[in-house]
C-alpha cells in the first residue's frame, strides 16, 4: 500500500542497526547502550509517523493495518492508552474483522503483561527562577518548587513491581525553547520518617537533557527510558520509605521572547513520569549502597588530587559480585567549556587504577527531537565531542568491579584532562554500587 511507503526506509534502518548490534561484543555495554538509543529514537520516529498519521486516517479502509503496526513496534515512546484509543474509534468493520481481531488480542497481551505506575502524569513545570506557583497538582503529588516535584510510592504500588522495572520520562514542550537538565532521584528513608532530602540515601536513576524545543512544531514532546532493574530490591525494602523526585530546571525569559504563544507565560514543560514493569516476581538479593548524588567536582576540592574525588564505602560481607553505576555529564558553556567537550574519567578502586572510561555520546539519534534551530545541531552532529546531547538521556555507565572482601573500600573518580577553574565548568557525577 502507498502509505507504508515512508516506513520503509524506517525499517532498513532498523535492519541496519540490528547487524550493528550484533557485532558489538557482549562485554562491551557502554556501545551496547550506544546501539539501543539509536534503535530506540529510530523506533520512536516511526511510531510518531505512525500516531500523527492516525490521527487523521483512522476511519481509512488502511487504519487497521496502520494501527498493527504501531501496536507491534516496541519504541520506548509507545503508547498502550493510544493504541486503544486508536482501537476505539476504528470503524466497526476494521475492529471484527480478522486484523481487527489481531489488534484486540495484542492489546489484551501487552495488558496483561505491562503495569504502568504512573508518578506523575502530565504535571506542569514552571520557571526556576520565578516565586513558587501556586497552581494545583495532581492527588500524591507535591511542589516542592516550580521545578521539582515529589511522590511517595506506596505499598500496593512497589508490590507491582515484577522482575524487570524501567523508568520513562515524557517531556512535551512548554514556553522553555533551550536545552535544560533534567532527572529522577530515589530517595530511601527509614520507616515512618518524613522525606529529607538531604537526610535521605539518595540514588539518581535518570539524567536527561532536553532538546531545543518550539512547541508548535512536532515532534513536540520526548521520550526518555532507563532500565533500571537494580533498584527493585531496594524499592522492595519493607522497612523503608521510597520516594522520587523529578526535578526539571527551566527558564521561560527566552521563550516569552521568541515562541509565539508564550508572552508572559511561566510553563517550561508538561512532564510524565512511569514506572514500569512486568508481574512476575521472584526475590532478589542485591543491594544498594549510595555514594554520590549530582556532585559538582569542579576542581576547587583538591583534598583526593586534581578533579577527583574520593568515596569510603564499606561491605557488611563478601560479595559475589559489585556493580558501579555512573552518571557525569559535563557543564560549563564559556570558550572552551566541558560542555563542549567530553574527558576520560578515571576509577581508581582501593587506591589502584581499576578503569578509564570515554565518556563521549553520539547525537546523532537525538535530532530529530530538536525543532528550534540552535548552535549544536548543524553539519555533522556524529563529528561532535560531547559528554551529553540536547534531547538525549545521560548515558548510565556500568562497571562490573567483580567480588569484594567484607570492610573498607574507596573509589575515586578522577577527570584529569578537565579545564575547571579556566572555564569555570564542572561535571555533576552520581554514583552508587550494586552488591550481591
Known amino acids: 500500500m502507498v502509505f507504508k511507503k515512508p516506513y520503509l526506509k524506517i525499517d532498513t534502518a532498523l535492519r541496519l542497526l540490528g547487524w550493528e548490534k550484533r557485532r558489538v561484543k557482549p562485554e562491551d555495554t557502554n556501545q551496547s547502550k550506544i546501539v539501543d538509543a539509536k534503535i530506540d529514537s529510530v523506533k520512536n520516529s516511526k511510531l510518531a509517523k505512525l500516531s500523527e498519521f492516525l490521527s ?55 495488558k ?28 500524591g503529588v507535591t511542589r516542592i518548587t516550580n521545578s521539582e516535584y515529589l511522590y511517595q510510592l506506596n505499598p500496593s504500588e512497589i508490590k507491582q513491581i515484577g522482575n524487570n522495572l524501567k523508568i520513562k520520562v515524557t517531556i512535551k514542550a512548554g514556553c522553555d525553547n533551550y536545552d535544560r537538565i533534567g532527572r529522577v532521584t530515589l530517595v ?13 540515601e539518595r540514588f539518581e536513576i535518570l539524567r536527561i537533557m532536553t532538546p ?18 537494580q533498584m ?33 507565560s511561566l510553563l517550561t514543560f508538561n512532564v510524565s513520569v512511569d514506572l514500569i514493569s512486568d508481574k512476575k516476581t521472584t526475590l532478589s538479593s542485591e543491594k ?19 578533579n577527583s574525588k574520593e568515596v569510603e564505602f564499606e561491605l557488611p560481607e563478601d560479595t559475589k559480585t559489585t556493580v558501579l553505576f555512573l ?13 563542549y567537550n567530553w574527558r576520560q574519567h578515571i576509577i581508581d578502586l582501593d587506591a589502584k587504577e581499576y578503569i578509564r572510561i570515554d565518556m563521549n555520546q553520539d547525537c546523532t539519534p537525538y535530532e530529530i527531537y530538536n525543532t528550534q534551530p540552535n548552535g549544536i ?36 573518580i578522577a577527570i584529569a584532562d578537565a579545564e575547571f577553574e579556566k572555564t569555570e565548568s564542572k561535571y555533576l557525577v552520581s554514583a552508587y554500587l550494586i552488591t550481591q
Open 56 to 110: 487523521t486516517h483512522i476511519t481509512k479502509p488502511y487504519a487497521a493495518e496502520a494501527l498493527q503496526m504501531y501496536v507491534s513496534t516496541d519504541g520506548s515512546a509507545f503508547d498502550l492508552d493510544k493504541a486503544q484509543l486508536f482501537f476505539d474509534q476504528l470503524p466497526k468493520k476494521q475492529k471484527i474483522a480478522v486484523l481487527g481481531k489481531d489488534i484486540t488480542a495484542s492489546l489484551i497481551k501487552l
Open 112 to 139: 496483561q503483561k505491562i503495569v504502568t505506575i504512573n508518578i506523575l502524569k502530565n504535571v506542569d513545570f514552571f520557571d526556576g527562577y520565578a516565586q513558587t506557583v501556586t497552581n494545583s497538582v495532581p492527588r
Open 188 to 200: 530511601v528513608m527509614p520507616k515512618g520518617e518524613k522525606f529529607d532530602k538531604e537526610k535521605g
Open 212 to 229: 531545543f524545543m518550539y512547541r508548535s512544531r512536532h515532534p513536540d514532546h520526548i521520550p526518555y527510558e532507563a532500565q533500571i532493574d
Open 232 to 264: 527493585i530490591s531496594t524499592i522492595k525494602q519493607t522497612d523503608k520509605e521510597m520516594y522520587l523526585v523529578t526535578e526539571v530546571f527551566g527558564t521561560t525569559g527566552a521563550g516569552q521572547r521568541e515562541v509565539i504563544g508564550c508572552d508572559g
Open 288 to 306: 544498594a549502597i549510595s555514594l554520590l548524588s549530582y556532585y559538582s567536582l569542579d576542581g576547587k576540592d583538591k583534598t583526593a588530587g586534581k
Open 327 to 339: 552518571i557525569s555529564s559535563g557543564h560549563g558553556a564559556a570558550e572552551g567549556g566541558e560542555e
Open 377 to 412: 545541531y548543524f553539519g555533522n552532529i556524529s563529528k561532535e565531542r560531547r559528554s551529553w546531547c540536547p534531547g538525549g538521556p545521560v548515558p548510565t555507565r556500568v562497571i562490573n568491579l567483580g567480588p569484594l572482601k567484607k570492610g573498607k573500600h574507596s573509589i575515586k
